[in-house]
């Protein structure tokens, strides 16, 4: 018989009653050290007092009020982003998969309104991942999520990250954008390299394309900057954002330069509930903690000790770890055994992770970890991995 929750995914028997910092208690009493934060999500960890007071004092004033009205907390988010930003201009939504449509759909309007409206293809790589949608399925191209969902959405081209010739090869009077995330997450935690990143650039000017960057997940400081592109200097026209900039509230965010955003005028994309004061009041609030003098840098700082730590993991167990990457707190472990088998040998030990493609094990602590919990959540991942080496697994 079918499970009253629709049985999409394959869940961990777990579940969690609270949380604190980078903490979380099970209903049955045990702690775990959450390297996995939601996914991304959780950047300023569980049950921030910051948060916490934002989204309760939000609460007892107004939840919602729809978009038919200025939401006075989207002009102050917006104006943060715009300012911290390459964008003049964002969209709200609710989650990831809905700021990538917006992206797509804008990167159509603008050559709509352009006079080239021919021009509708992306251009996106492989090992992409943009979200659950139909058009976001065809944009991250990966058969395990397109299979028995035709017909694949027009409009999608993919060619491998990281090759520059296969990419201009692919473009024709029909491109329309370039899509990528500047480090892939779902795909592997693989950071595009700086210079690739420039040559997309220089590719979407030759040719008169419009550049898409995809930060959904390694947006929001999570990196080591407020956005990951900021390290490449390489500044996109159009930028998705969702998971930590919500630290836990649902909400996802299209930022665009004024140019690409020429098309999206009155009526032409919208959303019930994106932006709501609740959404509004927590995100002004992350930023409100991220953008303090400090903060990127110590997640910078942090994440190159958890990225030694990892690297000397790798160092001791040859057998078991192929090698360490990533930028910032977005780190990931290249396993040589099932990299699932590792994140339930860490279970056991009391810590969470996430599992990616190419048989990696995403580490993503909360930003705000401490060097203490960075070295504890090493041992742990090294007490896993232990284990299953003595049992010859
Ligand atoms: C890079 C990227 N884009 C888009 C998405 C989709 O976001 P959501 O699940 O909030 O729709 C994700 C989610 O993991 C992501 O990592």
Same mark, same amino acid.
């Given at each position: 018989?079918?499970?009253?929750?629709?049985?999409?995914?394959?869940?961990?028997?777990?579940?969690?009653?609270? !949380?604190?910092?980078?903490?979380?208690?099970?209903?049955?009493?045990?702690?775990?050290?959450?390297?996995?934060?939601?996914?991304?999500?959780?950047?300023?960890?569980?049950?921030?007092?910051?948060? =916490?007071?934002?989204?309760?004092?939000?609460?007892?004033?107004?939840?919602?009020?729809?978009?038919?009205?200025?939401?006075?907390?989207?002009?102050?988010?917006?104006?943060?982003?715009?300012?911290?930003?390459?964008?003049?201009?964002?969209?709200?939504?609710?989650?990831?998969?809905?700021?990538?449509?917006?992206?797509?759909?804008?990167?159509?309007?603008?050559?709509?309104?352009?006079?080239?409206?021919?021009?509708?293809?992306?251009?996106?790589?492989?090992?992409?991942?943009?979200?659950?949608?139909?058009?976001?399925?065809?944009?991250?191209?990966?058969?395990?999520?397109?299979?028995?969902?035709?017909?694949?959405?027009?409009?999608?081209?993919?060619?491998?990250?990281?090759?520059?010739?296969?990419?201009?090869?692919?473009?024709?009077?029909?491109?329309?954008?370039?899509?990528?995330?500047? =480090?892939?997450?779902?795909?592997?935690?693989?950071?595009?390299?700086?210079?690739?990143?420039?040559?997309?650039?220089?590719?979407?000017?030759?040719?008169?394309?419009?550049?898409?960057?995809?930060?959904?997940?390694?947006?929001? !400081?999570?990196?080591?900057?407020?956005?990951?592109?900021?390290?490449?200097? =390489?500044?996109?026209?159009?930028?998705?954002?969702?998971? !930590?900039?919500?630290?836990?509230?649902?909400?996802?965010?299209?930022?665009?330069?004024?140019?690409?955003?020429?098309?999206?005028?009155? !009526?032409?994309?919208?959303?019930?509930?994106?932006?709501?004061?609740?959404?509004?009041? =927590?995100?002004?609030?992350?930023?409100?903690?991220?953008?303090?003098?400090?903060?990127?840098?110590?997640?910078?700082?942090?994440?190159?000790?958890?990225?030694?730590?990892?690297?000397?993991?790798?160092?001791?167990?040859?057998?078991?770890?192929?090698?360490?990457?990533?930028?910032?707190?977005?780190?990931?472990?290249?396993?040589?055994?099932?990299?699932?088998?590792?994140?339930?040998?860490?279970?056991?030990?009391?810590?969470?992770?996430?599992?990616?493609?190419?048989?990696?094990?995403?580490?993503?602590?909360?930003?705000?970890?401490?060097?203490?919990?960075?070295?504890?959540?090493?041992?742990?991942?090294?007490?896993?991995?232990?284990?299953?080496?003595?049992?010859?697994?």
């Amino acid at each position: 018989m079918i499970s009253a929750v629709m049985p999409t995914y394959a869940r961990a028997d777990l579940a969690f009653e609270r !949380g604190e910092g980078c903490w979380l208690e099970s209903v049955d009493g045990r702690r775990y050290l959450d390297f996995g934060s939601g996914v991304a999500v959780n950047a300023l960890g569980h049950t921030h007092p910051r948060l =916490v007071a934002a989204l309760t004092a939000q609460a007892q004033k107004l939840w919602h009020c729809s978009n038919l009205y200025r939401v006075p907390g989207q002009e102050r988010v917006a104006a943060r982003l715009v300012e911290a930003s390459f964008a003049d201009t964002a969209f709200f939504c609710n989650s990831g998969a809905e700021a990538m449509e917006c992206a797509i759909k804008m990167v159509r309007k603008y050559h709509d309104a352009s006079g080239t409206p021919e021009r509708y293809r992306c251009i996106t790589v492989e090992g992409a991942f943009h979200g659950r949608t139909l058009a976001t399925i065809a944009a991250g191209g990966q058969e395990k999520h397109l299979k028995g969902f035709d017909p694949v959405v027009d409009g999608f081209d993919q060619v491998p990250f990281g090759n520059m010739n296969a990419l201009r090869a692919a473009i024709t009077g029909q491109t329309a954008a370039i899509i990528v995330e500047p =480090v892939q997450g779902e795909g592997g935690i693989r950071p595009a390299e700086t210079d690739y990143l420039k040559k997309l650039r220089l590719a979407a000017d030759e040719f008169g394309l419009l550049l898409v960057f995809d930060e959904v997940q390694c947006g929001m !400081g999570r990196t080591g900057s407020l956005f990951a592109y900021q390290q490449a200097g =390489v500044a996109p026209d159009i930028m998705a954002l969702a998971k !930590g900039l919500g630290g836990g509230f649902p909400i996802g965010a299209c930022l665009a330069s004024e140019r690409a955003a020429q098309g999206m005028t009155a !009526g032409t994309h919208g959303s019930t509930f994106g932006g709501n004061p609740l959404a509004m009041a =927590v995100a002004e609030t992350v930023l409100d903690v991220m953008l303090e003098p400090g903060f990127l840098q110590e997640v910078a700082r942090k994440g190159a000790l958890l990225h030694d730590r990892l690297c000397l993991l790798v160092e001791r167990h040859p057998s078991s770890l192929l090698s360490a990457r990533g930028l910032g707190l977005m780190q990931g472990l290249v396993c040589k055994r099932p990299n699932g088998d590792i994140a339930e040998a860490c279970y056991a030990q009391g810590l969470l992770t996430v599992l990616a493609g190419d048989n990696v094990l995403r580490i993503l602590p909360p930003l705000i970890v401490t060097d203490e919990e960075i070295l504890e959540g090493s041992a742990k991942l090294e007490a896993a991995i232990a284990a299953l080496e003595s049992r010859g697994a």
